[in-house]
């Protein structure tokens, strides 16, 4: 069952998408900035800024899989990260969904990272400066509210 959640599914309007048991991603926080992503090319939406996160497969909670996604692409310590809450970003239950976990360090400050080949670049950006990178789309369409959310626990 371990790892069986990638590959290419039919998600929200037909639109080709990660992740056969649906994908999430963790919104890190560390005092004003958040955890992004370079994701690299050869990656579905490669070269575009966003959250770690990936394919959930069948036996993990989105938190667990966001989780993970994170140990695995940025080498994040688990015991540092303090979850929030779970938000459904994209698609719709039942079916395909692409869940945010919304989370912060628990020193609030950034913590170390180790990027993996997933990784061109992991960055701690101030939430104000967000826009400034070229994001991948799905993240850049639920910006708005990820942003509301983390200003509504500072």
Same mark, same amino acid.
């Given at each position: ?55 959930? #497969? ?5 938190? =667990?899989?966001? !989780?993970?996604?994170?140990? $695995? /692409?940025? *080498?994040? #310590? ?5 979850? =929030?809450?779970? !938000?459904?970003?994209?698609? $719709? /239950?039942? *079916? ?59």
């Amino acid at each position: 069952m371990e790892g069986d959640g990638n590959g290419w599914v039919d998600g929200p309007g037909g639109k080709r998408v990660w992740g056969k048991y649906g994908a999430a991603g963790l919104f890190l926080r560390a005092g004003g900035t958040v955890l992004l992503q370079h994701r690299a090319h050869w990656v579905a939406d490669g070269g575009t800024w966003a959250l770690p996160g990936g394919a959930r #497969d069948s036996h993990e909670t989105a938190q =667990e899989a966001a !989780l993970r996604e994170t140990v $695995e /692409e940025c *080498g994040i #310590d688990t015991s540092l990260v303090s979850v =929030e809450k779970e !938000l459904v970003t994209a698609g $719709e /239950e039942p *079916g395909w969904t692409y869940t945010t976990v919304m989370a912060h360090t628990t020193t609030g400050e950034p913590i170390d990272l180790e990027p993996n080949a997933e990784s061109m670049e992991l960055l701690w950006v101030p939430l104000n400066r967000i826009r400034e990178y070229e994001l991948h789309r799905g993240f850049e369409s639920s910006l708005s509210v990820l942003l509301w959310h983390a200003e509504s626990h500072d």
